[in-house]
């Protein structure tokens, strides 16, 4: 990597140069406001395309090869159908036996599941992952073993990344729980249903071709219509596209663990005496079984007062569910369903509305929604003393996690990131974040089993919380005490090679992962 | 002596433990092997406290395997020491240093409304367990501990005695039954215990000899902080004897009944609504008020149906008790609230504690509320109604002001 170091607004040392493109530093938030036209797909002529709207062909490696697979291509697949995606794996099998070389893959999120593609990464099918790196594809990026520089980005910064030109999709391949032969697809019926397919979106929209793949093909119009036929080449009929058990949990459950539950209790009580929890209010939590259970404090505290919440933005449960089906709140907007109850609320609740990364996170929409959202529970592996937060590595070192939609819910008006003070001896405060994902500016308050630390910028909530006999203390009270119970850890080694860039919302590097001494 | 020690434990659940293997050889020094979940954060700090504990114990040739899943130090260290004592004949302990806040005592009628069950050779359940606010937490050598495992157990306890800091809930250990568990107090009193429960006690002598040991070692090491006794009566002979094991020592504050194996004794199945333990419960509690002592219910065994335990807690307060064992944290919080007491009652209590005060205030030998004498242990009974609902929240610290009464 001989491309020069220059040290950002967040003061991490990043490249000006990474795969070969010229990269911007952090400016701070909000500070890059690139300018021009954004990205189009090529003109075509619809006179091209049969008349009969039958776009079925006879395999994925027709298709692909119909769409003109090249060396040197960027080809993207999307995350709906989580650790039981079977399509990327046979996707990159095919185009390992048609021999081209040298690609991009672009996911919007891998999973342990995707594991098989290392052996692509190693024989030069691929040459480097953008998206994220769970499990073993982190620790295979960790050890400087693929070929490219990673690439990491939010929900929201892959889709500012393809408006502006910054990626460029060649192929999008679409999995679709049901399709018909037009490419009119959703994610609602069919045995690999999922729930919406918001995360395809721009893939669609802006590829140069997109094939559409899927195992419950049915008779023009496939409705509702999530993805476009307009917008698809070609339509693949195969078997099994995922397996159901792997792609939504028949349920999702609260946590069982005394301390988990302990910290949501605390969460919910914070955001009670921040008086954060009144009428027409907005909130998004994860999936967690700690966010599950305050989502569940929440609730009860709702029911009691007869407060009604106006929307939700999800990762979808049954627990938001049970809000608005008993009334407690007015609209869920769902750009992910993690479970069975969460798919048939889409189909069966007017209320329950499918909506994109283009709705809540992207960085080129004329605003969204993100940033009117008034709690926002997320996670973390590590944050410091500044409250920067990190998401991507743990504290040995090892990439471990995507970001996610995580950074661009930092912009919510009141973030809370409920964590353990320590995970089996390793403490979550640190004096420094292993690598900075994002800045402390935006993170409100952290709150682990032993005490709440609030942002000292938010003075506000500092305020409004100090007589309500929460355990409130400073993030340097909370890191002595970890370290007390746990020891000072040591710092995991890297070598110079930079193995991956983490970008911010926004498409500047932030921060970046480097090669592990093992 | 065996050639080969090991202590700790491994397998998929475990996690904040380690599995210690030592072999003492001929020559050639000491080699250490560890395999940490978190080596790569201590694996240095690891081998450095394995080089001072085998030099402590002046062992020069041996090859020390750790296997760890997220141990803290002093867990490293029990596992250590508990591993050398297979191999080598000892008397030597490697004890981590008291945390200064370990060190308080509490008092003979505090809260015991909840007591916090710890297995005590599991140290993943122990870190967390204080954060819940149980009343008292137990650091358990007996039933929860396997007998092969009683030993490394000993060293464990006393060093979580040491190095875990409970927050303020009063510090137990379930000793072993009567005789073996005599030895267990070497391990203990040292360590700021607070409170011994002696398991499956059948008389005063039992309670003696305990109180006995215990002021033999306090004596030896210089100690003068109070350890008090609590008796666990877990069979008809139990039971019968219950009035004398509550008298036999003045350093007994309450009492507490084991069902599982008392129901067992009487050869009665335990059922739900409890008819078959009536007899005892009630007995227990009558022979704790005689003595003056705290009487403590048994523990609910189902650890997730929260309105089941519920129900349970509101009888046993109406028979008379004042607490219940914990198994799970969860458990500690519904104990509470179900012990707190009602809104009539803190109403009823309040009147009673104005009047004595005022009856104080005016100098009068006599309380009254309305036309109604008022003797001393109501006003005591009131007290205590008035403390525990301030300790639940439900009622203000200066509720006398609040009211402006």
């Not at chain 2, 429960?197 to 004596?219: R, S």
């Amino acid at each position: 990597m001989a491309s020069k170091l220059v040290k950002n607004a967040v003061g991490r040392l990043v490249p000006t140069e990474i795969n070969g493109k010229e990269q911007v530093p952090f400016k701070g938030i909000g500070k890059y406001i690139p300018k021009g036209k954004k990205a189009a797909q090529p003109i075509v002529s619809s006179s091209q395309f049969p008349s009969n709207g039958n776009k079925i062909v006879g395999s994925l490696k027709e298709a692909l090869i119909q769409a003109g697979i090249s060396d040197g291509m960027t080809i993207s697949t999307h995350h709906h159908l989580r650790n039981g995606d079977l399509v990327a794996n046979e996707l990159f099998k095919v185009i390992h036996e048609i021999g081209v070389k040298d690609l991009v893959w672009f996911p919007s999120a891998s999973f342990p599941c995707h594991e098989p593609i290392i052996e692509y990464l190693e024989d030069g099918t691929i040459n480097r992952i953008e998206g994220s790196m769970n499990g073993p594809l982190g620790k295979f990026t960790s050890q400087g073993k693929m070929k490219g520089t990673a690439v990491l980005r939010s929900h929201g910064g892959r889709y500012q990344a393809i408006q502006d030109g910054e990626v460029h999709i060649d192929i999008a391949v679409i999995a679709a729980p049901t399709a018909d032969p037009f490419g009119n697809a959703n994610g609602l019926y069919g045995p690999s249903a999922c729930g919406g397919l918001g995360y395809a979106l721009a893939d669609y929209r802006y590829a140069d071709k997109v094939i559409i793949v899927t195992d419950n093909l049915v008779d023009f119009p496939a409705m509702p219509m999530q993805i476009e036929g307009n917008y698809v080449d070609s339509v693949v009929v195969v078997d099994k596209i995922g397996i159901p058990e792997k792609i939504v949990s028949g349920t999702t459950r609260i946590t069982k663990s005394p301390d988990r539950l302990l910290i949501a209790d605390l969460t919910a009580k914070f955001c009670d005496a921040a008086g954060l929890i009144k009428d027409g209010f907005s909130f998004q939590m994860g999936a967690g079984g700690t966010s599950l259970a305050f989502g569940n404090n929440l609730h009860k505290i709702m029911k009691e007062r007869g407060i009604k919440a106006r929307f939700a933005v999800g990762g979808v449960t049954k627990y938001l569910v049970q809000m608005l089906e008993e009334g407690t709140l007015d609209y869920i907007l769902d750009a992910q369903s993690f479970d069975l109850d969460a798919v048939r609320s889409m189909r069966e609740n007017e209320n329950h509305k499918d909506i994109s990364i283009f709705h809540c996170y992207d960085y080129h929409a004329k605003g969204n929604y993100t940033t009117m959202m008034d709690i926002m529970i997320l996670g973390a592996t590590e944050v410091d003393v500044n409250f920067n937060g990190n998401v991507v590595t743990h504290s040995d070192g090892y990439l471990q996690h995507g970001i996610g939609g995580w950074q661009n819910c930092l912009h919510a008006k009141n973030v809370i990131l409920p964590i353990p003070l320590f995970r089996d001896r390793i403490p979550v405060i640190r004096d420094e974040v292993t690598t900075l994902c994002g800045p402390g500016e935006l993170i409100d308050v952290i709150i682990t089993e032993r005490g709440i630390a609030i942002n000292p910028r938010r003075t506000d909530l500092i305020e409004k919380t100090k007589n309500s006999g929460l355990p409130i203390k400073t993030i340097e009270e909370l890191k002595d005490e970890a370290e007390k119970i746990c020891g000072k850890p040591a710092k995991p080694e890297f070598t110079d090679d930079i193995v991956a860039a983490i970008k911010w919302v926004d498409g500047t590097v932030i921060d970046v992962v480097k090669k592990i001494k093992e | 002596m065996d050639k080969i020690g090991t202590a700790g434990n491994k397998g998929k659940s475990v996690r904040s433990d380690c599995f210690v293997t030592l072999e003492i050889t001929e020559s050639k020094g000491i080699s250490i092997d560890i395999k940490s979940k978190v080596g790569k954060l201590f694996g240095d700090s690891i081998s450095k406290l394995c080089e001072d504990e085998l030099s402590y114990f002046g062992i020069e040739n041996a090859k020390l395997t750790v296997e760890d899943t997220g141990a803290l130090p002093f867990v490293l260290m029990a596992r250590i020491e508990a591993a050398i004592k297979k191999v080598i004949q000892t008397d030597k302990q490697y004890v981590p240093k008291m945390l200064p806040e370990n060190v308080y005592q509490t008092e003979r009628d505090r809260f015991r409304r909840s007591r916090l069950y710890l297995p005590g050779n599991t140290p993943k359940l122990m870190l967390n367990a204080g954060i819940h606010k149980p009343d008292g937490i137990i650091l358990d050598l007996e039933d929860s501990v396997a007998p092969d495992k009683k030993e490394e157990a000993k060293i464990l306890v006393r060093n979580a005695l040491c190095q875990i800091n409970f927050y303020g809930a009063e510090r137990m250990v379930r000793i072993n039954q009567i005789p073996s568990g005599l030895d267990d107090l070497e391990y203990v009193v040292p360590y700021n215990v607070n409170l011994i429960l002696i398991p499956k006690c059948e008389n005063g002598d039992q309670v003696l000899l305990v109180d006995k040991k215990i002021m033999e070692i306090k004596a030896e090491k210089g100690i003068d902080y109070p350890i008090y006794l609590m008796p666990i009566i877990e069979s008809a002979k139990g039971v019968i004897n219950a009035y004398e094991i509550a008298t036999s020592s003045k350093n007994v504050v309450a009492m507490a009944i084991g069902l599982e194996d008392y129901t067992a004794d009487i050869g009665a199945p335990r059922s739900k609504e409890g008819k078959e333990s009536f007899f005892a419960r009630s007995q227990l509690v009558n022979s704790a008020r005689a003595a003056g002592i705290q009487p403590i219910d048994s523990v609910f065994s189902d650890v997730s149906d929260m309105d089941a335990l519920r129900e349970v807690v509101i009888e046993s307060k109406s028979l008379g008790f004042d607490g219940m064992g914990c198994i799970h944290p969860r458990q500690i919080k519904v104990i509470h609230e179900a012990f707190a007491p009602t809104e009539a009652e803190i109403e009823k209590a309040k009147k009673i504690v104005n009047a004595f005060i005022e009856a104080n205030e005016k100098g009068l030998g006599v309380v009254s509320v309305g036309s109604k004498m008022i003797d001393p242990p109501v006003v005591k009974r009131a007290q205590r109604v008035i403390e525990l609902a301030i300790s639940t929240g439900k009622l203000s610290e200066n509720w006398r002001d609040d009211n402006g009464e």
